[in-house]
């Protein structure tokens, strides 16, 4: 059903699994990229940003058996060279290094120490060249000793690759300490996003290494980082011929007694650009809203009929349920309704959990463009809680058909294709209540102006994170739809 939306496209913002990374190297060397250049390359990259944040300072590099080790020597190599006071300590034996690993090793022409705590004394910077990404078992031994000893001390930290104990695919955290900096190649990974991955990774920085360009394109990923390059150019603009009907007509399910709810879903909508926004509320709360909201509108209903007359008219393009409706059965009823009319749908908050005794219920019904933006204990309640969250995203989304928000500091976005986009930039002030209804309603107004679900979800979330950076610390979900105006001003401009 979702076949006729473009594939997003980012170059730039690609997140690669620890699998597609070993492809782009297989593809540069098939390429004409040796291995040895990828790596030589590699560990001048990270010498060269260690050199541009710290002062000269003595180091010890901590190399593991494979490639992240050999990325290590040369860094090693590098810092030594420009005069840094450099040790190197390695797990096993740098005889027991294979390929380009081995060649790198044997240009170090220092010591190599046994790993362990002890290692670390007098160094002012640690390299952890231990396993990189591609680990999937808990550290253990003297990898494991030597870092706790270094994650206990105020000796900042470099990671090649990832922290070694963060799952590259994942962001799981299996032993591993925090580091200032990573410094990965030629594309991140989910886990310098994902939590708890992303904060243990510090500082990001991606480094060229010489991967050619045409790699990405053969690669074909699938998982995205959030930024506007994903979907700026398809998002809605105000033209000089534009009237406020041609710029989309949002309905939100007004709950009661829960009211403030909705009116934030409503001004969230208005400000993302809707022409026209009304909020359908029970008779009894009509003086409630009517009170409270003047350029959104507010339109009563009595009996379900009533509901049902709203739904069937041709005047609105995109509709929100969920933000205080309440977990019964009329809320599970006006939820099918709204999707039997096959428009645009976003189900948020409550609409969600008013299926948690019947979830296939829920799957059955979609079949036009939806959107479900659960937190995390609503998403459990309705979808498999196992797993790591791009994983389960995926899968939700694969399951029900619709494109899946599993909100949090690290949102997962997921088509039921198979595409996903990770965000990043949701300052922590955004856990405030009704901050999750603001956002319902910014991907509502984005889709009732015809923006597509996948693109209108991603969107949205990221505009609802700038919009928070905006304010910084004291910010209140009300406060929210009055940023979005800067933001977008910015990505006009």
């Known amino acids: 059903m979702f076949s006729s939306e473009p594939v997003l496209i980012g170059r730039h913002t690609a997140l690669l699994t620890v699998r597609q990374m070993a492809d782009a190297d297989r593809l540069s060397v098939a390429a004409g990229v040796s291995s040895f250049e990828l790596m030589s390359s590699a560990g001048a990259a990270v010498a060269n940003e260690i050199q541009r944040h710290w002062t000269l300072r003595p ?81 253990e031994g003297p990898a494991l000793e030597t870092l706790a000893a270094a994650g206990l001390g105020s000796v900042p930290i470099v990671a090649i690759d990832t922290p070694s104990g963060v799952i590259g695919d994942t962001g799981e955290a299996l032993g591993a300490v925090r580091a200032v900096l990573t410094v990965t190649f030629f594309r991140k990974k ?15 920085v991606v480094a060229d290494i010489g991967t050619p360009k045409a790699v990405a394109d053969a690669i074909a990923p699938l998982a995205f980082e959030n930024h506007p390059e994903l979907w700026l150019a398809n998002l809605p603009r105000a033209r000089a011929d534009t009237d406020k009907h041609r710029r989309g007509h949002a309905l939100i399910f007004g709950g009661y007694p829960m009211t403030g709810a909705a009116r934030l879903a409503g001004r969230g909508a208005a400000r993302a650009g809707a022409g026209l926004t009304t909020i359908a509320v029970p008779e009894i709360a009509l003086p409630i809203y009517a009170a409270a909201l003047d350029s959104i509108m507010v339109r009563p209903w009595v009996t379900p009929e009533d509901f049902g007359h709203l739904l069937n008219g041709s005047r609105f393009s995109a509709w929100l349920i969920g933000p205080g409706a309440g977990v019964d059965k009329e809320t599970f009823g006006h939820v099918l309704a709204m999707l039997a009319t096959g428009r645009p749908t976003v189900i948020d908050a409550d609409a969600i959990t008013a ?139």
């Not at 490639?67 to 060279?81: P, R």
């Not at 005889?95 to 790198?104: D, I, N, P, T, V």
């Not at 498999?384 to 029900?400: C, E, M, N, Q, V």
């Open 190 to 204: 989910p886990g310098h996003l994902l939590l708890p991955g992303r904060d243990l990774c510090g500082e990001v």
């Open 59 to 139: 180091v010890v590099v901590l190399c593991g058996p494979g490639n992240n080790g050999g990325d290590g020597f040369v860094t090693a190599h590098w810092l030594a060279k420009a005069g840094w006071p450099v040790r190197v300590a390695m797990l096993g034996s740098r005889f027991s290094l294979k390929g380009e690993a081995r060649q790198h090793s044997q240009r170090w022409k220092g010591d190599v120490e046994a790993l362990s705590p002890s290692v670390l004394e007098g160094a002012e910077l640690i390299v952890d060249a231990l396993f990189g990404a591609g680990l999937s078992r808990p550290l």
């Open 355 to 493: 299926f948690q005794d019947d979830p296939g219920a829920l799957d059955r019904a979609i079949h036009g463009p939806c959107i479900l933006t659960p937190h995390e204990g609503e998403f459990r309640r309705v979808f498999d809680p196992f797993g790591d969250k791009l994983t389960r995203t995926r899968a939700a989304a694969r399951r029900s058909g619709a494109v899946v928000v599993l909100k949090g500091s690290d949102t997962v976005i997921a088509a039921p294709d198979g595409r996903a986009i990770i965000n990043a930039n949701a300052p922590s002030t955004l856990a405030a209540a009704g901050s999750g209804d603001v956002l319902s309603g910014i991907i509502l107004g984005l889709l009732a102006q015809g923006m597509t679900a996948f693109a209108s979800a991603a969107a949205g979330v990221w505009l609802h994170g700038a919009a928070a950076a905006e304010f910084g610390p004291g910010l209140l979900a009300e406060d929210l739809p009055d940023l979005l105006p800067a933001v977008f001003r910015r990505l006009y401009s």
